[in-house]
């Protein structure tokens, strides 16, 4: 796959005729004449005098046909009113994903006015490893789109089309979830996510914040949906851009003045607790020499399981690295514990994983659980695994007793909610049960 996104995949190429197939039907979609007309809207400064930029154009189009198989467009367009802004903003302009499962291509130019585009030459995009990977090799899909721009004078509007191609991972089933955040750190004057579906498909949406009704319509067995809003004032927050979600950083919150939609095809929480618990067990159930050695090392002659379990927490912050991934942009197929003990690196996920693996060596019940570590309001009623964003460790020390890990540490407190716990096939029947939402305790801040 690495030698399909640098090679014959990545198609950089000008947009002198912009179409965007995928939402050619939706009326609203910036067409060829629909980015003339916002290159052209002047007004828009005037009515923003403090902005040192405005993002003119933000359009996400999801269409996910019947197996899952996905096609996701991203158009931007911005101007420049401040040319440091401009500086800021796209050099380069960069975005990572993880390119196992996922395709892209990348189309861009800058417009003086609305009859001048430029082309960006091609040597100005580049796709290739991520550095947050560390030069892991469990980590060689993580890729990294840099767009880097020429200076960008004042009134100028930088456009990029960013297509992503995400087929099924072989075996997965129809599992598709995201969320897409209403604003940005700079005004915004329009805003759409198009979703596009087989008619007969069973998807879910919800809005958290302020309402913003769906225009749908259907036809030749396809439904669209379409969210559209505009002269969104600045959001003070940074954000996580994945092809499928657009959410906060951990440590920022949007708060509830800012809209999202939700979208997911899950009907409840307690599937993916079994269907991923069960996918991912045999990652944290088979031992290897290497983590026998650090187990080994760690409990030492320990006896009492909740002293074991912190011991073995303190280990992996100790002996492993934890790569600054997020865990949104991880392909949902986790590497084994025992690979990422042999490399002493992984994500939050992934030693969290290998965390489980070496409690459950140690003869101590451990489950993963997915929880939510920024503040924003969420909906624990509908199962959409976007609104979660960070894994920690349940071990049961004794009876109903259990002992929160956090392998990883967090720079700020963890608040108390809900998470997803997985669990396998080959785990009790009680534990089993419990797949799903589960109430968690929160953890205090720690070193990373």
């Keep these: 796959m690495t030698a399909q996104i640098t090679g014959r995949a990545l198609r950089i190429v000008g947009l002198a005729c912009l179409l965007l197939p995928a939402v050619a039907a939706v009326v609203l979609a910036f067409d060829e004449a629909d980015v003339r007309a916002i290159v052209g809207n002047t007004r828009a400064v005037e009515a923003n005098p403090t902005a040192r930029g405005l993002w003119m154009g933000r359009q996400r189009s999801v269409e996910i046909d019947g197996t899952g198989n996905a096609v996701i467009t991203e158009h931007i367009l911005a101007r420049v009113i401040e040319p440091v802004w401009g500086a800021e903003r796209f050099s380069p302009y960069r975005r990572i994903f993880w390119g196992e499962f996922t395709d892209l291509a990348v189309r861009a130019r800058t417009w003086r006015s609305r009859t001048e585009p430029i082309d960006l030459p091609a040597d100005s995009i580049r796709i290739g490893d991520a550095p947050e990977g560390g030069a892991v090799g469990s980590y060689r899909n993580l890729r990294e789109c840099r767009v880097s721009l020429p200076p960008l004078d004042q009134g100028e509007v930088v456009e990029l089309v960013l297509t992503w191609t995400c087929p099924t991972p072989p075996y997965d089933r129809n599992v598709r979830w995201l969320e897409e955040t209403f604003g940005a750190e700079d005004p915004v004057i329009e805003q759409q996510l198009v979703l596009i579906t087989p008619s007969a498909m069973k998807i879910g949406t919800a809005t958290l914040g302020p309402p913003l009704p769906a225009h749908t319509r259907s036809a030749n067995g396809k439904r669209t949906q379409t969210w559209i809003t505009g002269n969104i004032r600045p959001v003070a927050a940074r954000f996580i851009e994945t092809p499928w979600s657009r959410v906060p950083v951990p440590e920022d919150t949007v708060g509830s003045g800012v809209t999202r939609i939700l979208v997911s095809t899950l009907d409840s929480w307690s599937f993916p607790g079994t269907y991923f618990g069960a996918r991912w067990e045999d990652s944290w159930n088979r031992s290897s020499a290497e983590i026998d050695r650090f187990v080994s090392a760690a409990i030492r002659k320990l006896e009492d399981p909740r002293a074991r379990a ?123 049960r419990e797949a799903g939402l589960v109430e968690f305790p929160g953890l205090p801040a720690t070193a990373r």
């Excluded at 690295?321 to 084994?336: H, N, Y």
């Excluded at 969420?378 to 020390?397: I, K, N």
């Design 310 to 432: 912190l011991a073995l927490e303190a280990g992996v912050r100790h002996e492993y690295r934890t790569l600054p991934v997020p865990d949104l942009v991880l392909g949902t197929w986790p590497p084994p514990a025992s690979l990422v003990a042999l490399e002493h690196a992984g994500s939050t996920r992934d030693t969290s994983l290998l965390l489980v693996a070496a409690l459950r060596a140690a003869g101590i019940e451990a489950s993963p659980v997915l929880i939510r570590e920024r503040r924003d309001l969420w909906d624990d009623s509908f199962p959409a695994l976007a609104q979660f964003d960070r894994w920690v460790v349940r071990a049961r020390t004794g009876g109903s007793e259990f002992v929160w890990l956090d392998p990883a540490g967090s720079r700020q407190a963890i608040h108390p909610g809900r998470g997803l716990l997985l669990a396998g096939d080959h785990d009790r029947i009680e534990l089993q």
